[in-house]
């Protein structure tokens, strides 16, 4: 059973910056594809990025393509997203997650509020 746990967020004003961790456990990390995801209340919960094992290749939603950035340290079993330019919009529960089997698994996220 991987276990999943966040960090990082907190209250920034638009514009401004955060760095999201991910400590996972297990000892499989760096063969997992790992990704982030958010979600506002009454919403769906929607994909934010992903990174494969390798860090080679990775994936944006388009609303956040250019400002954020996922990227992982398979010695430290951790994910991060760094966010920058963030708006309002961006407010929300953000979830790490791993791909097993194409299925994601969340951790109980960590919450991001961006004033304006």
């Known amino acids: 059973q991987v276990q999943l746990v966040e960090s990082g967020g907190g209250l920034v004003q638009a514009g401004g910056s955060l760095r999201l961790s991910c400590l996972a456990s297990?000892?499989?990390?760096?063969?997992?594809?790992m990704g982030w995801f958010r979600q506002t209340p009454g919403k769906e919960r929607e994909f934010v990025a992903r990174i494969d094992w390798s860090a080679t290749s990775t994936a944006y939603a388009e609303s956040v393509k250019g400002r954020f950035t996922i990227s992982r340290d398979n010695a430290k079993n951790t994910v991060y997203l760094q966010m920058s330019s963030l708006k309002p919009e961006d407010t929300a529960v953000y979830y790490c997650?791993?791909?097993?089997?194409?299925?994601?698994?969340w951790g109980q996220g960590t919450q991001v509020t961006v004033s304006s």
């Open positions: 297990g000892r499989s990390f760096s063969t997992w594809r």
């Open positions: 997650a791993v791909a097993s089997g194409g299925i994601w698994s």
